[in-house]
């Protein structure tokens, strides 16, 4: 069974740009989860969801959205990017329905750099 | 808030020898916690997890305990080998997807 595909693997964006994010979950895992890992910050929960629903909210400014399709695949996007933006960009899947949770699988990740 | 504080942030053992990692957790609510190894350039992996209504789970070499009236939860990997060697995360969640990660243990294991 494949794994959590995330891509691009890296990128690079000047200040002010808006990026975009990819994430295909494990086939029938239904929800995503978006973490952002800074060496200063460490892990910080930006948002989940689950059928194609926002679940969860982390405290981010409202230029980090996402969606999430039909097919359970995710992407989140940054709106005028700023230096301290870059960052490991992590997506998780999880087999869950609503409420229980259970594990959540981790992709490797999109490493932005803004410049 | 909701907070995790997680000791020691590195963590050097002799291989063969036990190690043990530590985290308390804020949030009286949370009923569920994951810990994940993260390797260089990988995303965190799984290792093991504990629910609120269990006190201890073992899994071949790692186990974790679990107080909730203390509300601390621990790792502890015995006969360490260097492929144990990463960086370990614990997570606390209430029930949904919104982990609070604490902030890693970095775990070197000497040959």
């Known amino acids: 069974k494949a794994g959590v595909t995330q891509t691009p693997r890296y990128l690079i964006k000047t200040r002010g740009q808006q990026v975009t994010l990819s994430c295909s979950p494990i086939?029938?895992?239904?929800?995503v989860s978006w973490y952002q890992q800074t060496p200063g910050q460490g892990l910080q929960f930006l948002f989940e969801?689950?059928?194609?629903?926002?679940?969860n909210k982390g405290n981010f400014p409202g230029r980090f959205s996402g969606r999430q399709f039909s097919n359970s695949r995710s992407e989140m996007n940054v709106s005028t990017l700023e230096l301290g933006d870059s960052a490991l960009y992590l997506c998780a899947s999880s087999p869950t329905g609503p409420q229980t949770n259970t594990e959540a699988f981790f992709g490797q990740g999109t490493r932005l750099t803004v410049v | 808030g909701e907070n995790v504080e997680q000791h020691p942030s590195t963590l050097s053992v002799q291989e063969g020898d036990s190690a043990v990692i530590k985290c308390t957790y804020s949030?009286?609510?949370?009923?569920?916690f994951p810990w994940y190894k993260q390797e260089l350039g990988k995303g965190p992996q799984l290792i093991i997890d504990i629910r609120s209504n269990v006190g201890e789970k073992k899994d071949q070499r790692i186990a974790v305990t679990l107080n909730k009236t203390a509300k601390h939860f621990s790792l502890h990997i015995t006969e360490t080998q260097p492929e144990d060697s990463a960086v370990y995360f614990c997570a606390a969640s209430e029930g949904t997807y919104k982990y609070i990660f604490g902030t890693g243990t970095r775990l070197k294991v000497l040959a």
């Open positions: 949030d009286s609510a949370s009923n569920y």
């Open positions: 969801y689950f059928s194609e629903t926002q679940r």
């Open positions: 086939s029938g895992h239904r929800s």
